[in-house]
């Protein structure tokens, strides 16, 4: 129930508490999107018991990636010298 | 799909690893909430790369596993009733009761299924008008927001034959349960990432300040974990040698914003409100539950079905059994340390609920470690 990896949006809900559909890997499940009203066609969501808590952000999720990628570099810069 | 495989890359895994053996230099031990967490720790060997100086302890983050007993109890009652349908995610029905579990319900004859969501137990109301419909709701602040939509769906569609029996959990007084406990030796965590998507990182602050412990809002990917756990040493290190203060740390902000999901905020708090609660292992814990409100009282299963809450039964059945559960939540214990670990207990004989649930601390040593980890534990 709380295993959740991203799922990408390809139908919207027709009403507020309706269900949309998401695209995990191949199998494509309903869910409620009430509460990421925000959440276009191809955004990327996660999902808990069938109703998406958050959307994905793409910009912060490549913040992270070159945080990471700074350090590894500052600690074998630091690891030469 | 998107952001898998950039957090499990192995070469920044390595660094990652390093860099958190460049920066420890004392013994510390933190404890991941989310069982989540403590699957990805165990199948991708995270515990095993870590150094010596860093242990990592598993905390009440299964929503199963947190369950009492008595609750188990309650809806087995509940799904005994002449004309009650019950339903609950699958992992619930082959928990153990006092003396049985809802799968054995079943075979009695009680209508027992296994929904995906809180919303297909109402369709499922909709679609049968002739069964009451009781969904057995057990989850964190990650699934509150999906029942609060099945209750505010069922009020919106006048449905007669739905309602809760809600065991609902708040994980920042468990958090307080633990580490307020004389036996605690949890010095930092990593907070549950999808419990902080909708509650937002405010709300752990205070716990931060009273306590003096880093909380670090972690993802689920392997270098999420890596990451979070080296925010968290690296607050440690810092009080250690300056008396620097803590913080609470947001590792996690593809997902997690510092207000959280205001729209499922809004739906919990239309329909729930805080109330006392009881946890496995942890006992009743004040502010720790959901209850419906006044206004849903009709969706209510307590109300309806005139049930008591259940109480407590520290002497009763559970507490002669050797399932060590309990600590094993409060991550006073690992799941090897129990006796019964991969012998009496295993997935298909489960003596206790975290080695049912598939976010279970037990099942997931014995999923990813076997029986090796048992024979390590010798
Ligand atoms: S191994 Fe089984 S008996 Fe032991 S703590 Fe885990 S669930 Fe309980």
Redesign the interface.
């Given at each position: 129930?709380?295993?959740?990896?991203?799922g990408?949006i390809v139908e919207l809900a027709a009403d507020p508490?309706g269900?949309g559909k998401v695209r995990?890997?191949e199998v494509l499940?309903p869910v409620?999107l009430?509460?990421?009203?925000e959440a276009q066609v191809g955004d990327?969501v996660?999902v808990?018991?069938?109703?998406a808590?958050?959307v994905?952000?793409?910009a912060?999720?490549e913040?992270?990636?070159a945080?990471?990628?700074a350090?590894?570099d500052a600690?074998a810069a630091g690891g030469e010298a | 799909?998107?952001?898998?495989a950039?957090?499990r890359d192995p070469e920044?895994v390595r660094?990652?690893v390093?860099?958190l053996a460049?920066v420890t230099t004392q013994q510390w031990t933190v404890m991941e909430i989310?069982?989540?967490q403590t699957?990805a720790i165990v199948r991708y060997g995270l515990d095993q790369l870590l150094p010596q100086g860093i242990e990592l302890v598993h905390g009440p983050?299964?929503?199963?596993c947190v369950t009492p007993i008595e609750e188990i109890d309650q809806a087995i009652a509940v799904a005994l009733l002449p004309g009650v349908t019950l339903c609950s995610?699958g992992?619930m029905l082959r928990v153990p009761g006092t003396d049985t579990d809802l799968l054995q319900a079943r075979a009695q004859g009680a209508d027992v299924r296994v929904v995906?969501?809180?919303?297909?137990a109402v369709e499922l109301a909709l679609a049968e008008p002739e069964r009451d419909v009781v969904f057995f709701a057990v989850?964190?602040e990650?699934?509150t927001?999906?029942?609060a939509?099945a209750a505010?769906?069922a009020k919106?569609l006048g449905i007669a034959n739905f309602s809760l029996l809600s065991s609902h959990v708040r994980v920042p007084p468990a958090m307080s349960a633990i580490l307020s406990s004389d036996e605690c030796r949890v010095d930092g965590f990593l907070a549950?990432g999808?419990v902080c998507?909708?509650m937002g990182s405010a709300e752990y602050e205070p716990l931060c300040d009273r306590y003096q412990v880093p909380i670090v809002i972690t993802g689920?990917e392997p270098?999420d974990i890596l990451?979070g756990l080296l925010a968290c040493v690296k607050q440690l290190e810092a009080r250690a040698a300056t008396g620097a203060a803590v913080h609470v740390e947001n590792?996690y902000?593809?997902?997690?914003r510092e207000s959280g999901?205001v729209?499922?905020q809004a739906?919990v708090n239309e329909v729930f409100e805080r109330a006392p609660r009881n946890w496995r292992g942890l006992g009743s814990i004040e502010q720790s539950g959901f209850e419906l409100r006044e206004g849903y009282a009709q969706l209510d299963a307590r109300r309806r079905l005139q049930l008591e809450m259940p109480s407590l039964d520290p002497q009763g059945k559970a507490a002669a059994s050797p399932c060590i559960a309990g600590r094993v939540l409060r991550g006073l214990e690992k799941p090897a340390d129990c006796p019964c670990f991969a012998r009496e207990c295993t997935p298909e004989t489960p003596l206790g609920a975290p080695m049912v649930s598939?976010?279970g601390a037990c099942a997931a040593y014995f999923q990813h470690r076997g029986r090796s980890s048992q024979e390590a534990a010798r």
């Open positions: 129930m709380c295993l959740a990896i991203p990408c508490l269900q995990f890997g499940r409620c009430a509460c990421v009203p990327y996660i808990h018991a069938g109703f808590i958050s994905l952000d793409g912060e999720a913040r992270t990636l945080l990471l990628d350090a590894r600690g | 799909m998107k952001y898998l950039e957090f920044r660094h990652s390093a860099e460049r989310c069982g989540g699957h983050g299964c929503p199963v995610f992992d995906y969501s809180p919303l297909d989850g964190f990650t699934t927001p999906a029942s939509a505010l769906r919106q549950a999808h998507s909708v689920f270098l990451q590792q902000t593809r997902a997690v999901n729209h499922a739906l598939s976010e």
